[in-house]
């Protein structure tokens, strides 16, 4: 096979097929071989349900993968930023560079954004593939002491990046997360180096949070699985003597809250247990509709956000930080598979077992 690629049809159907290698390359477009390639919980839900909202074309499927890592191995006639050779991190969506999102700065809101291993129309395959064609502004060198392992997990780390941003984190602030997967970690870890003085993680799970204290040091505390929402803010503003009493509208002393989880119930303590005039991300991804305390909100004057993916500005600030080794994301490495067992690690991540698997490119 010329570009060997797992091609994903439906649910729990996937193949490995050999897809043409990009011959005649747009002059700012370049050729990556692709080393490692990340599985995240995106990756799961289509393996599990065939897709996210819009599913896989079950006639032409799609390759999967969206984080990943790799080597230059062609250039286009006018790219001078990189070389063959090159070791470099993708951010795998790429605007259309005109309309009034990309003039913004905000281009990941583009309407027209082709995002890797994304059902159209136009599909875009993703870089679980032995080559892998993208533009060359979205390839991002990494120094020589950073493993191409390593390269994978900047993905994760521009949406912590992004994240942050969104949730206006400065100094001496106190920061909660709700969830502790790998973006929650990330978003944990980004947070201290924009100045916060306090960061809590939470989680329902005690393991990953004793993960979360050895890998960063922070404080956490374990929810109440199927726990009423407002039970766990007061528990967890008594643990951490964060209460504000005499107020008439429920809350503590939490400057700005970072969900990634997608949790329902998670939502809602985070929403609780926030400052008035405080500051809520929504980073996780869980149903389409959910219960909110929309009176809890209105009534402490809330700045509630979304947040997608990554923008200006993420992925340079995302590699800087592995660079200058201020967040070490090794530790967070649980597991390398085959590229043809690229199931497998699909299913080692939905089983929930280590933080961040990596599928191995192919192999001559």
Request: aromatic share 8%; with cysteine; glycine share 12%.
């Amino acid at each position: 096979m010329q570009n060997p690629s797992i091609v994903l049809y439906s649910s729990k159907t996937a193949k490995v097929e050999d897809k043409p290698v990009p011959d005649a390359l747009e002059p700012h477009d370049v050729l990556v071989r692709i080393a490692y390639v990340g599985v995240c919980g995106s990756d799961v839900h289509f393996w599990h349900h065939g897709g996210i909202g819009k599913p896989v074309n079950p006639t032409t499927g799609i390759v999967m993968g969206h984080e990943a890592s790799g080597t230059i191995h062609a250039i286009g006639s006018s790219v001078t930023s990189l070389k063959p050779g090159d070791r470099v991190a993708l951010e795998p969506g790429v605007p259309c560079r005109f309309c009034h999102a990309c003039k913004s700065g905000t281009y990941n809101l583009c309407r027209k954004m082709r995002f890797a291993a994304a059902p159209g129309p136009p599909d875009t395959d993703g870089c679980l593939s032995k080559f892998y064609r993208i533009a060359e502004d979205f390839c991002y060198v990494v120094p020589e002491t950073m493993g191409l392992d390593e390269a994978v997990l900047v993905e994760p780390l521009a949406v912590g990046v992004h994240a942050v941003k969104m949730g206006d984190v400065r100094p001496g602030e106190t920061v909660v997360v709700m969830g502790s997967g790998t973006i929650g970690l990330m978003c944990a870890a980004v947070a201290r180096q924009f100045g916060a003085l306090r960061v809590i993680l939470v989680d329902v799970l005690e393991k990953k949070l004793e993960f979360a204290r050895g890998f960063l040091g922070v404080e956490t505390f374990c929810a109440e699985m199927g726990g009423e929402a407002m039970d766990n803010a007061v528990k967890l503003l008594e643990r951490f003597g964060l209460e504000e009493p005499g107020t008439d509208t429920f809350g503590g002393r939490v400057d700005t809250v970072i969900e990634a989880s997608g949790a329902t119930s998670s939502i809602e303590t985070g929403i609780y247990i926030l400052r008035p005039g405080g500051k809520f991300v929504q980073t996780g991804l869980g149903k389409p509709k959910i219960e909110f305390p929309i009176v809890a909100m209105g009534q402490k004057e809330l700045m509630v956000r979304g947040c997608f993916r990554y923008a200006a500005g993420d992925y340079e600030l995302a590699v800087a930080y592995l660079q200058k080794g201020l967040v070490d994301v090794k530790p967070l490495i649980s597991s390398v598979s085959k590229f043809e067992d690229a199931t497998q690690a699909w299913d080692r991540t939905a089983r929930g077992e280590g933080i961040k698997n990596l599928i191995r490119g192919v192999q001559d």
